[in-house]
């Protein structure tokens, strides 16, 4: 028998460009199939390949998951745990913070999170009780984008307030830009661009000719870390093209005259030496840009560089010479955060003062010293894979005197390395809400199933641990559904959270949302500053720099590692399907380079730096650039035989502005092994 059929439907809060609807099957009470909502307008019915596996898979698998809370019993790092129960877990580490806490500052207890859940209150609440004992945060964003978020903040005053994808029916042009969309936001890869493309140019800029490159109109491939250069020829050719927005400019800029010399000196010739890109194209994307209507989707891989918040500026001074934003069909993206759509998720994270913040960059370091860090509390985060100084981290993280606490769905890396591991339940197993950084939509996330084994949401594993420490702040214990009842209330959306559960996603602007019409932005002029004041008393030049990185080392690569199409930062290295699809983790190489260099298919080598070494096999593809080796991000380093991923090579240099991670500026040599 068949048994009754349900549908259900929910939200995907990874983090991801596309924020799917999901459509959940179950029959006879039990979950049966995780498919993409064919209402959604933007899965379409159809997830991707990599959450499709997963959510199939590992995710629902009760041999895959964390069941339990565990406490370790072999040496750190060794992975050998025993089950205990809630309460006796609960209560040893909060006996053992608290003694902690008794001799040290609340700063020395280190705590990292980030994207393994992007739904507001699993990935919120629990700062209420990091803050609460004044914890020190390890700045997510440093290890993903903050540079990008810091230089727009100075230009524009936000760097959040993206265009709405929907004004695409208006422009005429839509440029990329250090963005892969193929694998970082498939269903726009999909549906949203080639749909453009019946009407409007698409211009991608990338090192790497991805399928989303290869699909484009035209495919500008700088070298890595010149894009500043880039943007500085580009506006010099749109302004000797014509197409400089004047009025714009007087009304809605400021700064432009101290910018001016750079951009006369910035000729397309002069753009071709910097960056690699030929002259004439160059004007052919001019040409494309700068008359408008034209969007700028602004990708986070590149501002991932050492000038990389320079490149930001230096993107947006284009934008805003040629006055492409504020009217239909224009704007500049980076990310949509709530702001751009009156969304207050920071609710979840309650109102208590944040502690101490260090960068991503620097975890290694303080993790290895006794006086700056007592105390390690990983939730939604997997450094051990995601983050710079994997060899240091680890032997960091080895140390004994260190009480370390782990909250995920699997044993991963960094779980292998804690004294106590707690199991989370996944984003199938409880309400929330989740609002994508793409589309300016609300979606309720919702509970389609029991969690497995003993897992618990993350908001509740940080009520118990408050309890269990004896705290008594109602902040500490407010409930889920009221932190949604109170978001929902201050929103533009008008129905309560069981309408929005009926609807799965809803809009919160009819028509397509157009930021900064009235030609005013957030700044403390309240123009485009292209002359910051706030840059420069920050110590960084007070205009953006005709500038780019110095050239690779003779003889080295630079290693880019961009996002793969079948792992979610490293969420899914461990489901076996989605394994077999990754295949051997590779070192891929422009078919020149890999000729130069006597290698063929399939040959193993080895990176190797000062940081670090990897060995991996030669793939050969024209979608690397020649100088450059593409290696993926974030495979779970437990699961390779050399025990590490790319980040083992990765030295955690930090960019320009944000103390960023400016990952893709790795320099390795490559030998044959
Ligand atoms: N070389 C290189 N490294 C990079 C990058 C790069 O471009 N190159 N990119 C960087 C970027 S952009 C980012 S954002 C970081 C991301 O790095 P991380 O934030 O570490 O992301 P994940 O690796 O997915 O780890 C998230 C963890 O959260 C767990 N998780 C999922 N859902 C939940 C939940 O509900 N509760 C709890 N407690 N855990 C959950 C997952 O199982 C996973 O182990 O990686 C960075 N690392
Ligand atoms: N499938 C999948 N999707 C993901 C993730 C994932 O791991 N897997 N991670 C999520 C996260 S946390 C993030 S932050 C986003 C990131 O997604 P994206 O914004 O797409 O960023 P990346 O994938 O890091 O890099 C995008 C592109 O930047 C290019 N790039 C690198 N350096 C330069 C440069 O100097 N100049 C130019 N012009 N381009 C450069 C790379 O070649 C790459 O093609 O994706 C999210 N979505
Ligand atoms: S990861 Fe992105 S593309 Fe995949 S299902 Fe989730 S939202 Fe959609
Ligand atoms: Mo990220």
């Known amino acids: ?173 839509l440029v990329i830009w250090g963005a892969n969309p193929h694998a970082s936001a498939p269903h726009a890869h999909k549906h949203w661009i080639p749909e453009f493309q019946q009407r409007g140019k698409v211009i991608v800029i990338d090192p790497v000719a991805h399928p989303t490159a290869q699909s484009a109109d035209l495919h500008l491939r700088p070298r890595p870390g010149s894009d500043a250069a880039l943007a500085f020829a580009l506006t010099h ?217 003993e897992a618990l949401p993350n908001q509740e594993i940080f009520r118990r641990l408050a309890k269990a420490m004896g705290f008594d702040d109602p902040a500490l214990f407010e409930e889920d559904a009221a932190i949604i009842a109170r978001i929902l209330a201050g929103s533009l959306y008008s129905g309560d959270f069981a309408a929005l559960k009926q609807a799965g996603t809803v809009q919160l602007f009819e028509e397509p949302h157009i930021p900064f019409a009235d030609g005013v932005f957030p700044t403390a002029s309240g123009k485009i500053e292209l002359a910051s004041a706030a840059a420069e008393a920050d110590g960084h030049p007070r205009c953006p720099q005709a500038r780019s990185d110095s050239r690779t080392e003779a003889g080295k690569l630079r290693v880019l590692s961009p996002a793969s199409a079948w792992l979610m930062n490293s969420s899914y290295g461990n489901d076996a399907t989605v394994r077999e699809k990754l295949g051997p983790a590779a070192a891929i190489l422009h078919p020149d380079e890999a000729a130069a260099r006597g290698l063929s298919q399939g040959q193993a080598v080895v990176l190797d730096n000062e940081t670090g070494s990897l060995p991996l096999e030669v793939a050969i593809s024209e979608e690397a650039p020649p100088g450059c080796v593409l290696v993926h991000k974030s495979r779970w380093p437990k699961a390779e035989a050399s025990g590490a991923n790319v980040n083992i090579l990765n030295p955690g240099h930090k960019t320009d502005m944000a103390e960023s991670s400016c990952v893709h500026a790795v320099e390795v040599a490559l030998r044959p092994l």
Not at 32 to 60: E, F, I, Q, T
Not at 140 to 156: E, I, R, S, W
């Open 1 to 173: 028998m068949p048994g009754e059929k349900e549908v259900l439907r929910t939200t995907c809060p990874r983090d991801c460009y596309d924020s799917c609807g999901i459509a959940v099957i179950k029959r006879n009470g039990e979950v049966r199939k995780v498919l993409g909502d064919p209402d959604h307008p933007v899965s379409r019915g159809a997830l991707c390949g990599k959450c499709a596996l997963a959510y199939n898979g590992a995710w629902r698998d009760p041999r895959a998951r964390l069941l339990h809370p565990l406490r370790r019993i072999g040496a750190k790092g060794a992975g050998r745990f025993e089950q205990v129960s809630w309460d006796t877990a609960l209560s040893e580490i909060a006996a053992k913070l608290s003694a902690i806490l008794e001799e040290h500052p609340g700063a020395r207890v280190i705590h990292t999170h980030y994207t393994g859940t992007c739904s507001a209150i699993a990935g919120g609440f629990p700062a209420r009780f990091f803050n609460r004992i004044g914890a020190t945060e390890v700045d997510p964003d440093t290890v993903c984008n903050k540079a990008g978020h810091q230089a727009l903040g100075y230009t524009l005053g936000s760097s959040s307030t993206g265009f709405d994808p929907r004004t695409a029916r208006d422009a005429d042009c």
């Open 237 to 453: 050719a749109v302004m000797t093209q014509g197409h400089l927005d004047e009025a714009f400019l007087a009304s809605s800029v400021l700064g432009w005259e101290e910018v001016l010399p750079a951009i006369e000196a910035a000729t397309p010739a002069w753009g071709e030496a910097e960056t690699g890109v030929p002259a004439a194209r160059i004007e052919e994307a001019a040409a494309l840009y700068g008359p408008g209507p034209s969007l700028m989707w602004l990708g986070q891989g590149l501002q991932r560089q050492p000038l990389g918040g320079n490149v930001f500026r230096a993107a947006a001074m284009l934008c805003a010479a040629s006055g492409n934003i504020g009217k239909p069909g224009s704007g500049l993206l980076f990310l949509n955060g709530g702001g751009s759509r009156e969304l207050d998720f920071g609710l979840a994270e309650g109102d208590g003062a944040p502690g101490a913040s260090i960068s991503h960059m620097d975890l290694a370091a303080v993790l290895e010293d006794p006086q700056r860090s007592r105390a390690f509390f990983n939730w939604n985060n997997n450094p051990a894979a995601s983050g710079p100084e994997q060899g240091r981290l680890r032997r960091a993280l080895a140390r004994e005197d260190l009480l370390s606490v782990c909250v995920d769905l699997f044993q991963s890396d960094t779980a292998d390395f804690a004294d106590y591991v707690l199991p989370a339940a996944s984003f199938l197993e409880f309400d929330d809400l989740v609002s994508g950084y793409f589309n300016l939509s609300l979606s309720a996330q919702v509970k389609v199933m029991e969690p497995l084994g």
